[in-house]
């Protein structure tokens, strides 16, 4: 079973520049998700999306940062204009949708690795 | 507060010895703990989730649970200098969000 694809793996941008990162969830899974990980620190949670519907977006910058997941499979995130502090590896996740705890563990992709100079 | 709180590290142990990771959380509706192994420059890779208090096991690892204390911890035993890596701790409350505590780097010395 392939895993969750991302790409790029690495991005190196200038400050105010735009940036674009794509994510393919496991086939089949509902709900996707974006973190943010800065260095030494944990996953933080951007964006989660079941199906192609918005379920938290709590802690999205929303002056710059965005993300759409048309048509519950692909989703985006973009990030204009870029600023030094979003330096971080940009994290896409998938998982199925149930009652039970096994059917929403959540699998990671390889992330994208920004650069904001 | 940070609503998930890990100790940094380095936790160094030696090559075949057990090491002890902890985990606090502050949210008492939290319902489900997730131990997660992050090796440098790579993604999150799932160890394994307890959502019962008590322990449970799977080989070499042991989660421990503790809804009273607010606590999970992970239990590494014989461990492996491929065990060292980062382990991140991770909170299910409500709508499958989870919250990641800093994470706790291991060092397993040969």
């Not at chain 1, 989660?48 to 709590?58: K, L, P, R, T």
């Not at chain 1, 199925?96 to 990671?108: D, P, S």
Request: charged share 20%.
């Amino acid at each position: 079973e392939a895993g969750v694809a991302q790409s790029p793996r690495y991005k190196i941008i200038e400050k105010r520049q735009s940036v674009a990162f794509w994510c393919n969830p496991i086939s089949g899974h509902a709900t996707l998700y974006w973190y943010q990980q800065i260095l030494g620190q944990g996953p933080k949670l951007l964006i989660q999306f079941q199906n192609n519907g918005v379920v938290d977006d709590s802690q999205l910058p929303k002056d710059r940062f965005s993300a759409e997941r048309l048509k519950g499979v692909d989703s985006t995130l973009k990030i204009q204009p870029a600023k030094l502090e979003d330096s971080a590896v940009y994290l896409c996740a998938s998982s199925l949708w149930g009652r039970t705890v096994a059917k929403n563990i959540q699998y990671f992709g390889a992330g994208t690795r920004l650069s904001v100079l | 507060q940070k609503e998930v709180e890990q100790n940094s590290g380095p936790l160094s142990v030696p090559e075949g010895a057990i090491a002890s990771l902890n985990c606090t959380y502050s949210d008492r509706g939290s319902q489900s703990f997730f131990w997660y192994r992050q090796y440098s420059g790579k993604s999150p890779e799932l160890i394994m989730f307890i959502y019962s208090n008590g322990d449970k096991e799977d080989g070499r690892f042991t989660a421990q649970l503790n809804k009273a204390s607010q606590y999970v911890s992970l239990l590494i035993r014989d461990s492996q200098p491929s065990d060292s890596a980062t382990y991140l701790c991770a909170v299910k409350a409500a709508g499958n969000k989870l919250t990641f505590g800093g994470g706790t780097r291991v060092l397993v010395k040969p």
